[in-house]
C-alpha cells in the first residue's frame, strides 16, 4: 500500500520558487490499479519521485507498506519498481534478455536466477522471440514493454507507471494496457496519463491533480458524476466566450461544437441534446485546459488549438 500525508515539494531557485505539491493526500490499495491524472506541471511525476525515493519532499510524509520513504529509502526500494516517462535506462547494443540479466545482477541475483526470471518476464510481455536481439532494433512499443519488464525484475509489491502508453502505437498501447491489468493482481500499481479512455479503462480509482493540490478522488463513475448535467450542441463561434472555450469540441464552417454542462450551454442557446458525462466530461470541468504546456487533448477537443487551425 501506497500513503502520502500532507505531502509537499517546493523548488526553489535564484528569484523564483515553484510549489509542486501542495499537502498533498495520496492513497493506492493493493490489488488496485490508481490513477493520477492532470496537465502537464500538475505534480504528477513529482509525487511519483518522492514516492520511488528519487526526490525529498519538502514537508509531510509518504511511506510505502508504513515504511517512509526517506527514513528507510533502501527497503522501500526493494519494494517497488518504476518506470519512467522518459525511460533510458537500458543499453542499445546489448539483447532485452542481457538488459534484464545486468538489472537483475543489481538486486544480487546470481546469473542463473536472473536469467530464468528474464526469460519469464520476457514472455510475460510478449517479446520472447525477441530476447536475443540487440534493443536498437526495437520499437518504441517494445522498449516500453521491456522497461515494464525491467521494473518487475525483482518482483515488486508495488509498480510506479509513469504515462506507459506515450509516444506508441495503438497495437502496442493495447498490449502494455492488458500486461498493466494482468500486474494489479497482488501488487500494488499507480499510473499516470493524460489518456481519458485509458484511465476509465484501467483504474479503479482516480485523483485529479491541479497546480500541486488533489482536487477530486473517487472511482471513475463517482469523478464522471460529479461533472452532473450535460449536453451538447452547435453554436455560432462568436458566441463561444472564453470561460466557455474549453468545451469546444471543434470548429467548423463558422460554428463551434459544444459538450459542456446544462445550465451553461442553455444559456447559448435552446437547441440542444443532453448526454450523459464521461471522464473527459469531468476532467475539463474540474481540470480545465493549461496556457503552460501543450497536451494532446487539445487537439482531439479542439480549444484555443482548434480555433487558430480551423480549416
Do not use: C
Not at 526526490?55 to 529509502?73: E, F, K, R, W
Not at 493482481?185 to 496519463?193: A, E, M, Q, W, Y
Amino acid at each position: 500500500m501506497i500513503e502520502t500525508v500532507e505531502l509537499t515539494k517546493t523548488f526553489n531557485s535564484r528569484g523564483w520558487s515553484v510549489e509542486a505539491l501542495k499537502g498533498v493526500n495520496f492513497k493506492a490499495d493493493r490489488n488496485s490499479i490508481t490513477a493520477l491524472v492532470g496537465p502537464n506541471g500538475a505534480g504528477k511525476t513529482t509525487l511519483i519521485k518522492i514516492i520511488s525515493t528519487l526526490m525529498l519532499p519538502t514537508s509531510g510524509n509518504a511511506y510505502i507498506d508504513g515504511l517512509d520513504v526517506v527514513s528507510h529509502a533502501k527497503e522501500v526500494r526493494k519494494k517497488i519498481g518504476l518506470v519512467t516517462v522518459s525511460d533510458r535506462l537500458m543499453y542499445f547494443r546489448l539483447t532485452g534478455l542481457d538488459n534484464l540479466v545486468f538489472y537483475g545482477a543489481l538486486y544480487n541475483m546470481g546469473l542463473s536466477e536472473a536469467r530464468s526470471r528474464a526469460r519469464e518476464l520476457l514472455e510475460t510481455v510478449g517479446l520472447g522471440e525477441w530476447g536475443d536481439q540487440p534493443i536498437m532494433h526495437y520499437s518504441t512499443g517494445m522498449l516500453r514493454r521491456l522497461a515494464i519488464a525491467r521494473a518487475l525484475m525483482h518482483d515488486p509489491d508495488i509498480v510506479l507507471l509513469d504515462e506507459p502508453t506515450l509516444g506508441i502505437d495503438t497495437s502496442s498501447s493495447r498490449r502494455v494496457r492488458q500486461l498493466v491489468r494482468r500486474l494489479a493482481t497482488g501488487r500494488t500499481i499507480v499510473l499516470t496519463s493524460h489518456l481519458m479512455n485509458e484511465i476509465e479503462e484501467l483504474a479503479n480509482n482516480i485523483y485529479l491533480i491541479k497546480s500541486g493540490i488533489v482536487i477530486s478522488s473517487g472511482t471513475p463513475a463517482e469523478i464522471s458524476s460529479i461533472a452532473g448535467q450535460f449536453a451538447e450542441a452547435l453554436v455560432p463561434t462568436d458566441n463561444i466566450t472564453s470561460e466557455m472555450e474549453k468545451f469546444v469540441l471543434k470548429y467548423e464552417n463558422g460554428r463551434a461544437l459544444i459538450r459542456g454542462p446544462k445550465d451553461k450551454i442553455s444559456l447559448l442557446t435552446r437547441d440542444y441534446t443532453e448526454v450523459d458525462p464521461t471522464l473527459e466530461d469531468a476532467y475539463i470541468l474540474l481540470v480545465g485546459e493549461s496556457n503552460a504546456d501543450f497536451r494532446p487533448y487539445q487537439i482531439k477537443r479542439g480549444g484555443a488549438w482548434g480555433r487558430e487551425h480551423t480549416l
